[in-house]
T-cell receptor, first 114, second 119 residues
């Protein structure tokens, strides 16, 4: 069983749709992250959760709404997105925020907003 | 603020040869960590190697090694004996430790270098 899974792997949505991205980790980690990877741009950190509490919101527009119901699951709720939000959305986890442990990434969700 | 710079958009190497991917960073923090990740076309980010700012020796992990030059703020990745499966995007990243701050666990990424290994 892979450590970090993300569903769906691909998503196409209109600007008026509401959808959710899901991340699930089986590593027992307590910190989870959402990153956005746009074409020809570095990965951008969006949100950080540590022990289910949001500890970082990197000036992300409110049309992105994260949710962390438990230490194994992380969601990104999407509504009224814009075409420029089309990107690869990556979830990552690590054992403890603040340590130099490597972050383990999921395979990502490729989002296209029409 | 932290910044990672990867000046090589693309690199080519012959199979079985070594290749060096460049990375420079900018930070005012004294304690930080430097990472390299590999991203194949499947999209998943795969951790390769880590170097701490206070590590005196260059990190090595199998065919991967770092040429860490702290004074120059560079941490170049060396891949020895390249394989066709090494073809991917490679990202350099850093994480700073700021006492009492909020940058714990936050990775700042460079723009990446696409490595192509030719048979």
């Amino acid at each position: 069983e892979t450590g970090v899974t993300q569903t769906p792997r691909h998503l196409v949505m209109g600007m008026t749709n509401k959808k959710s991205l899901k991340c699930e980790q089986h590593l027992g980690h307590n910190a989870m992250y959402w990153y956005k990877q746009s074409a020809k741009k570095p990965l951008e950190l969006m949100f950080v959760y540590n022990f289910k509490e949001q500890t970082e919101n990197n000036s992300v527009p409110s049309r992105f709404s994260p949710e962390c119901p438990n230490s194994s699951h992380l969601f990104l709720h999407l509504h009224t997105l814009q075409p420029e939000d089309s990107a690869l959305y990556l979830c990552a986890t690590t054992t403890e925020q603040g340590r130099f442990n490597e972050q383990f990434f999921g395979p990502g969700t490729r989002l296209t907003v029409l | 603020a932290q910044k990672i710079t990867q000046t090589q958009p693309g690199m080519f190497v012959q199979e079985k040869e070594a290749v060096t991917l460049d990375c420079t960073y900018d930070t005012s923090d004294q304690s930080y960590g430097l990472f390299w990740y590999k991203q194949p076309s499947s999209g998943e980010m795969i951790f390769l190697i880590y170097q701490g700012s206070y590590d005196e020796q260059n990190a090595t992990e199998g065919r991967y090694s770092l040429n860490f030059q702290k004074a120059r703020k560079s941490t170049n990745l060396v891949i020895s004996a390249s394989q066709l499966g090494d073809s991917a995007m490679y990202f350099c990243a850093m994480c700073s430790f700021v006492a009492g701050g909020t940058s714990y666990g936050k990775l700042t990424f460079g723009q990446g270098t696409i490595l192509t290994v030719h048979p």
